[in-house]
């Protein structure tokens, strides 16, 4: 089994900056891809950053200049960097993994967590 767990969110002025942190744990081989996405109310869930395992990134156009995606390979874990947060930036923030999950297997799986709330307040 694997699980995902972010934190870092909550109720931040425009203007200001938070810090989402993602921890995989579990049955894990090795890790490719980890990524953020978000889902504001009524909206399809978006792309926000990616990040490879050899550090390769992108962002959406939206968060370019503003937020920092980074990882650390050896716990596992994702971070985002976000600055400069706006009203239109509120939204559930969710991590995504792409994981292999044993030695005797070579195929990856996408693992999700379970969200954090983003609230930016004008």
């Known amino acids: 089994q694997v699980q995902l767990v972010e934190s870092g969110g909550g109720l931040v002025q425009a203007g200001g900056s938070l810090r989402l942190s993602c921890v995989a744990s579990?049955?894990?081989?090795?890790?490719?891809?980890m990524a953020w996405y978000r889902q504001a109310p009524g909206k399809q869930r978006e792309l926000v950053a990616t990040i490879t395992s050899v550090g390769d990134i992108n962002y959406a156009d939206s968060v370019k200049g503003r937020f920092t995606i980074s990882r650390d390979n050896a716990k596992n874990t994702a971070y985002l960097q976000m600055n400069s947060l706006k009203p239109e930036d509120t939204a559930v923030y969710y991590c995504n993994a792409l994981i292999r999950s044993s030695i005797v297997t070579i195929a990856y799986d996408y693992y999700w967590g379970q969200g954090t709330q983003v609230t930016v307040s004008s």
């Open positions: 579990g049955s894990i081989f090795s890790i490719n891809v």
